[in-house]
């Protein structure tokens, strides 16, 4: 029964990934939810029952990805979605964020994601079947946001590897779908699930002024609904031919358009010396 599904959804103490876990466990899905804290998840959520499977797991080291995936298969003996959820956002420009910082950002919100793919594929293939919902962001499809360009290349990374994910699994009847999300009003946006560069440079008003108005106007004002953002995810996984690319929010749908539009616009202005440079 549809209701069956087993759900590996990572990045679960809070925002979507929560409401996502705590909506599908109301509409009877089995549910393993990862976060570096599981005490957050059980106080979130609850204990570990028939139906739930909280996990402590630290996405960026592969061998707590893989006693997730191990006691997620040992608990439900299957997974067949997983939402690769779990991410940060760093703000700062590319010149005074420093190595260590954009690295971080990547082995989070990349390579992180690589691990969970690495060890769950393996179980979809088997099973000829699963779904993986890979989430990036708007910012993985329009990177025009002053502050954010090392965070949005870590969503336009996310964005590329799926694209390559989805050309490789579906020889083996896995769906993928890429989702990216406008603004929506979870805690995305709070003190503590931003980083700020360490070590600012005054010259970037602009960057600066970007900080501030997603910290004090768009927090808390945000567009979008959650509640309404995780039936979609919900909906999508009962679709037969589920999209690779799903937009979220009138936002989302808008800036997307934008970015369809810059670029069509300048490969019409250039045409001709795009197409000059054959032999």
Same mark, same amino acid.
């Given at each position: 029964?549809e209701?069956k599904?087993?759900?590996?959804?990572?990045?679960?103490?809070?925002g979507l990934g929560l409401?996502?876990?705590?909506?599908l466990?109301?509409?009877g899905?089995?549910v393993?939810?990862t976060?570096r804290?599981v005490n957050?998840?059980?106080?979130?959520?609850?204990?570990?029952s028939?139906q739930?499977?909280?996990l402590e797991?630290?996405l960026?080291t592969?061998?707590?990805?893989q006693?997730?995936?191990?006691?997620?298969?040992?608990?439900?003996?299957t997974?067949? !979605?997983v &939402?690769?959820n779990?991410g940060? +956002?760093?703000?700062? @420009?590319?010149?005074?964020l420093s =190595?260590?910082?954009?690295?971080?950002n990547?082995?989070?919100?990349v390579?992180?994601?690589?691990n969970?793919i690495?060890?769950?594929?393996p179980?979809f293939?088997?099973?000829?079947?699963?779904?993986?919902?890979?989430?990036?962001?708007i910012g993985g499809?329009?990177?025009?946001?002053?502050g954010?360009?090392i965070?949005c290349?870590?969503k336009?990374a996310v964005?590329?590897?799926?694209e390559g994910?989805?050309?490789e699994a579906k020889?083996?009847? !896995?769906? &993928?779908?890429l989702?990216y999300? +406008?603004?929506?009003? @979870?805690?995305?946006?709070?003190a =503590?699930?931003?980083?700020?560069?360490?070590?600012?440079?005054?010259d970037?008003?602009e960057?600066?002024q970007?900080?501030?108005?997603?910290q004090n106007e768009?927090n808390?004002n945000?567009?979008?609904?959650?509640?309404k953002?995780?039936?979609?995810l919900i909906?999508i996984s009962?679709?037969q031919?589920?999209p690779?690319?799903?937009?979220?929010?009138?936002d989302?749908?808008?800036?997307?358009?934008?970015k369809?539009?810059?670029?069509e616009?300048d490969?019409?202005?250039?045409?001709a010396?795009?197409?000059?440079?054959?032999?």
């Amino acid at each position: 029964m549809e209701t069956k599904k087993v759900w590996f959804v990572t990045g679960a103490s809070k925002g979507l990934g929560l409401i996502l876990v705590q909506k599908l466990l109301a509409q009877g899905y089995h549910v393993a939810a990862t976060s570096r804290d599981v005490n957050s998840l059980i106080k979130e959520v609850s204990a570990a029952s028939d139906q739930f499977l909280p996990l402590e797991m630290d996405l960026v080291t592969e061998s707590s990805v893989q006693d997730a995936v191990a006691k997620t298969v040992s608990h439900f003996k299957t997974i067949d !979605v997983v &939402v690769n959820n779990a991410g940060y +956002g760093q703000i700062g @420009t590319l010149e005074e964020l420093s =190595d260590e910082e954009s690295r971080r950002n990547f082995d989070v919100n990349v390579f992180g994601l690589l691990n969970v793919i690495r060890n769950t594929m393996p179980h979809f293939r088997a099973n000829r079947s699963g779904h993986f919902f890979n989430i990036s962001s708007i910012g993985g499809y329009h990177g025009g946001f002053p502050g954010w360009g090392i965070y949005c290349s870590t969503k336009f990374a996310v964005s590329g590897l799926t694209e390559g994910l989805r050309a490789e699994a579906k020889a083996f009847g !896995v769906k &993928v779908t890429l989702v990216y999300p +406008g603004y929506f009003r @979870t805690s995305f946006l709070s003190a =503590d699930s931003m980083g700020l560069p360490k070590n600012p440079i005054a010259d970037y008003e602009e960057a600066r002024q970007s900080v501030l108005a997603h910290q004090n106007e768009i927090n808390g004002n945000q567009p979008g609904d959650p509640e309404k953002a995780v039936e979609a995810l919900i909906q999508i996984s009962k679709e037969q031919n589920a999209p690779l690319h799903l937009f979220l929010g009138e936002d989302a749908y808008n800036m997307a358009n934008a970015k369809i539009e810059e670029v069509e616009a300048d490969l019409e202005a250039w045409k001709a010396m795009t197409i000059a440079t054959n032999f």
